[in-house]
């Protein structure tokens, strides 16, 4: 019997919606499958136009990678706590290898050989809403355990305080892992290590990362020359930035490593932009140079992408950049030491909980301007109206840096907890960010 208009028009009006004419309800939108779309069809583009297939390029990013499972080496190693979320919560150890071999790695003329320079542990949330970055000054003296390097060869315990990056020099990246591990009671998931020339290249992927250098920087010693600018620097020029310690800021490697935070997070938030995706160009040229001779034990380019995608469904306002908490110490030449909150940040990345206020305020976000400010859409750093306490020392004495209301050791006064992101005046001035 046909159907009359009135009636299709009342059983319309029946339907809920939100539900298609099958009954079934409409999928939730889901950035990350949108993001591999546009990769995906970025590709298949590229290889129609220019003849080059898909499955060569990956498999050539594939081929890239350096793969070594170092997990056969390591002992004693921490269980990972269980947590609520869709996912797993994820702990990458990212180092830094300030080796000079290699074309293009002696830029400062100095004589490294092979320590970690950087050392980052990155966290990604379970329920993949948040992210941050730890950073562990190369000078921190630690009482370094027995570890195993590659080929399964035993290197002692220090019998004393020995610097961070001894470790590595010591033993490679097995070694820096189970220091870690023994020291924090984290799990690490995966590693990643990459040296100066691996870095610069993937800056020059990206055409450039913007920063705000205040003055001339002129380090005759290290042959280390940066003009006063806001703009975008590469190459040679982008490696010294991130490498000058002389002649820049308050000298120390503590506030190097801030401004490395201000440069990585600056690099993520370009990589994450969407002129990025929409350029297959610039997407292979970043891919070849993020998987060129990358040591890891990331099995596939794949697992690395999935990770992306992650980071920017989290957004560059929600990735997080701090600083073990530290204090000068005569334990090792020129070192610093932990203090007691250092254990907090330990709590938090073993419980997968979000940066508390009193670590916030001292954060830096890949959202945040090239000067370490905040940007306009992003969130406050700290409980407006609160109080919080500090987490980090700026010179012997032990006053915090962190204390509202109160000052730094050089006499410049401390981090505003009500602060919408980024670093204070004196922060960015000690960092040799423009202020």
Known sequence: MPTSRASRASRDVRRPRGRRSGGGRRKAPQPGKTVFKVIAASLLSLAMATGVG????????????????????????????????????????????????????????????????????????????????????????????????????????????????????????????????????????????????????????????????????????????LKAGTREIKGAEALTYVRVRYRVGDGTDTQRTRRQQAFIGSMINKALSADMLARPDHLIGFLNAATASLQTDFKTVAQMADLAVTARGIGADNIKFVTTPWAYSD??????????????????????????????????????????????????????????????????SGTPSGTPGGTASNGQPGQNPTQDGGLSTSGREQAGLCT
């Open 54 to 225: 898909v499955v060569l390029v990956y498999n050539n990013w594939n081929g890239n990678l350096k793969r070594e499972d170092v997990s056969k080496l390591l002992s004693n190693r921490p269980t990972k706590e269980k947590v609520a979320g869709p996912s797993e919560p994820l702990n990458i150890l990212v180092m830094g290898s300030d080796t000079r071999a290699g074309e293009g790695n002696g830029i400062d003329g100095e004589a490294g050989g092979g320590l970690s320079d950087t050392t980052i542990l990155f966290h990604v949330s379970a329920n993949r809403e948040f992210a941050y970055g730890i950073s562990i000054p190369r000078d921190t003296a630690v009482m370094r355990p027995e570890c195993r390097r590659k080929g399964g060869a035993v290197v002692p315990a220090a019998s004393g305080y020995e610097k961070w990056n001894a470790a590595y020099a010591l033993g490679g990246p097995s070694c820096t892992i189970q220091q870690f591990e023994q020291l924090s009671k984290i799990r690490v998931d995966k590693y990643v290590v990459l040296d100066f020339n691996h870095f610069k290249d993937m800056v020059n992927a990206l055409g450039g990362v913007e920063v705000c250098i205040p003055e001339d920087i002129d380090d005759n010693e290290h042959n280390i020359h």
């Open 331 to 396: 334990k090792v030449s020129g070192g610093i030491e932990w203090t007691p909150e250092v254990l907090k940040l330990w709590q938090l990345v073993r419980k997968d909980k979000p940066l508390t206020p009193e670590f916030l305020k001292d954060a830096l976000s890949a959202g945040d301007k090239p000067d370490g400010t905040a940007s306009a859409t992003g969130t406050a750093s700290g409980t407006p109206g609160g109080t919080g306490t500090g987490t980090a020392t700026d010179g012997p």
